[in-house]
């Protein structure tokens, strides 16, 4: 006898917090980085805290606008409102393709545009004079010093992301082309590639390694106010706490890890770098983040057209 099949639940318009959970989990699980996991949870931990206190309303088109006058009301930055966002649709997305909620509300969601950024926030980039200050803060006599000083070295010299250098292990560290450099370097998105490290960064990196007898594993561990070193590793905030301390030190008060990094990409261009190796250097998709990273100014007093083989 031929059993009855059972029927199908038609998908919802109104999501409740199990079904939010479930899409929650998925969303996170198809994420490829701990820095995106991190910032989508919160995001989605967010949306569902609003979702929620407000009147059971459809997971609709219009609820999401309702959520981004929210969002703009709190005076957020455009680019954290896009992420937000960008996490609301994903979770839609997810919804839909788990059967929980329709494909044509998941479709309106989708369509709801993100925020327009008006103007350019000004980077923080320093001198080469105020990098070689900063450089020379820490007291390479210690095991901290050596350790903090090799960790602006890369930071400046290399232009690594604080979480590269935080999850650097010694095996990386590789000779290509008789050119010491950061082998097969896995960073944001899961992007690959391999960053040159000038002689004077591997120099700061071996009197870290000889001072704390560190021979395999992470380049980086925590070292304790009695001058001992222990653990595995070090966290992205340690890098945090090492930039802002030295560049006080320095009379620098608002530096930050990732200045470093678009320092690098200035110096690089100022000494002759081509675009194109900064952005791989970098690792960046596009070509425009990287021209972001230099901040480029006019220069009118030496203009790029006085001469071009036209004069008299």
């Known amino acids: 006898m031929r059993s009855k099949s059972r029927p199908k639940h038609p998908p919802r318009r109104v999501l409740r917090l199990p079904d939010l959970d479930h899409a929650k989990r998925a969303v996170l699980n198809s994420l490829g980085s701990a820095a995106s996991t991190r910032a989508y949870t919160h995001a989605i931990d967010d949306f569902i805290e609003w979702y929620c206190w407000e009147p059971r309303l459809a997971f609709s088109k219009p609820v999401v606008l309702r959520y981004r006058i929210e969002l703009e009301g709190r005076q957020l930055s455009a680019s954290t409102i896009n992420l937000r966002l960008a996490a609301v649709r994903r979770l839609a997305y997810e919804a839909a393709d788990s059967g929980l909620l329709s494909p044509e509300l998941a479709a309106g969601i989708q369509r709801v545009k993100g925020e327009k950024r008006l103007g350019v926030r000004l980077g923080n ?27 602006l070295a890369l930071l400046f010299g290399c232009g690594l992301r604080r979480g590269e250098v935080a999850s650097l292990d010694i095996k990386s560290l590789q000779q290509r082309e008789d050119h010491w450099a950061v082998v097969d370097l896995v960073g944001k998105g899961r992007h690959i590639r391999t960053v040159p490290i000038p002689d004077w960064v591997k120099a700061a990196v071996d009197n870290c390694t000889t001072a704390a007898a560190i021979a395999e594993g992470r380049l980086f561990r925590c070292v304790s106010r009695y001058g001992s070193v222990w653990g595995s590793g070090i966290t992205e905030k340690v890098i945090w706490h090492v930039v802002r301390r030295y560049g006080k030190a320095a009379g620098m008060q608002q530096i930050a890890p990732h200045d470093c990094r678009r320092t690098c990409a200035r110096l690089c261009h100022a000494a002759g770098g081509e675009l194109e190796q900064i952005q791989f250097l970098l690792g960046h998709v596009s070509v425009e983040t990287t021209e972001r990273y230099l901040g480029c100014k006019q220069r009118l007093r030496q203009a790029v057209n006085d001469k071009i083989g036209l004069e008299p």
């Open 125 to 151: 980039w320093l001198t080469a004079e105020q990098c070689r200050t900063v450089l020379a803060a820490p007291d390479v006599q210690t095991l901290r010093g050596n350790r903090d000083r090799a960790i």
